[in-house]
């Protein structure tokens, strides 16, 4: 059973930063941040994964969010910088041990078979 803990959420004004942490014990193939904004589901933030595959972002968080895998800690972190108040959610790290790609798994949270509680980003004024 994989076993996910989150922590870095909070409260920070528009244009801060933050940064998620994401500690997973057990063996997986693809770690990602998703966010769900007040009303609206879970969409996918950024996921890396084992494979030579390049990290995938949303879009709205290219350039701005990086995610980083450090192997030895089996931690994934989510540096977000610029933050916009459109950012704001509770922000999920899930893992999975499927062979897809990390970009499929990225847009479809459905498909991610483990999840942590979550952590909450507020980015307000």
């Known amino acids: 059973q994989v076993q996910i803990v989150e922590s870095g959420g909070g409260l920070v004004q528009p244009g801060g930063s933050l940064r998620l942490s994401c500690t997973v014990s057990?063996?997986?193939?693809?770690i990602g941040w998703f966010r769900r904004a007040p009303g609206k589901e879970r969409t996918g933030v950024a996921c890396?994964?084992?494979?030579?595959?390049?990290?995938t972002y949303a879009d709205s968080v290219e350039g701005r969010f990086t995610i980083h895998l450090e192997k030895t800690k089996n931690t994934v972190y989510l540096q977000m910088n610029s933050l916009k108040p459109e950012d704001s959610g509770v922000y999920f790290c899930?893992?999975?041990?499927?062979?897809?790609?990390?970009?499929?798994?990225?847009?479809?949270?459905?498909?991610?078979?483990?999840w942590g509680k979550g952590t909450l980003v507020n980015v307000s004024s």
């Open positions: 057990g063996s997986t193939s693809v």
């Open positions: 899930a893992a999975d041990r499927g062979e897809l790609s990390t970009r499929w798994y990225c847009a479809t949270p459905m498909a991610m078979d483990f």
């Open positions: 890396i994964g084992n494979s030579p595959e390049p990290a």
